[in-house]
């Protein structure tokens, strides 16, 4: 399985990224997708996450209405969607697959990418 995430980089407050992650050798419209992200010195911590099909969608408080999630089955790829960009939002960003039909918040996700770095410049 390969989990490889893009999009990152050096972006100003108040930008709008998209993140994206690509899944490989995996079945992809059977996994939940989530969206973490770790700070330096920080724990890593969900930032949202969308079921099998993308109906379904969770996110941390702190995003709510700032980042979107949404996936595309076809092209076997997660994307995160990050507007309003903050300098607390500096971190490394990782995506995740899941086996659970549920989204799961906590990290106990089956695969995970190698990470996204997003440096917000105020």
């Known amino acids: 399985v390969q989990l490889v995430e893009s999009g990152g980089g050096l972006v100003q407050a108040g930008g709008s990224p998209r993140l994206s992650c690509a899944a490989s050798r995996l079945t992809f419209n059977g996994h939940v997708m989530g969206w973490f992200r770790q700070g330096l010195g920080m724990e890593r911590e969900f930032v949202a996450g969308i079921s099998r099909g993308g109906g379904g969608k969770k996110y941390e408080d702190s995003v709510k209405g700032r980042f979107t999630i949404f996936r595309d089955n076809a092209k076997n790829t997660v994307y995160l969607q990050i507007n309003s960009l903050k300098p607390e939002d500096t971190a490394v960003y990782y995506c995740?697959?899941?086996?659970?039909?549920?989204?799961?918040?906590?990290?106990?996700?089956?695969?995970w990418g190698q990470g996204t770095q997003v440096t917000v410049s105020s």
């Open positions: 995740a697959a899941s086996q659970s039909i549920l989204i799961r918040t906590t990290i106990d996700y089956d695969y």
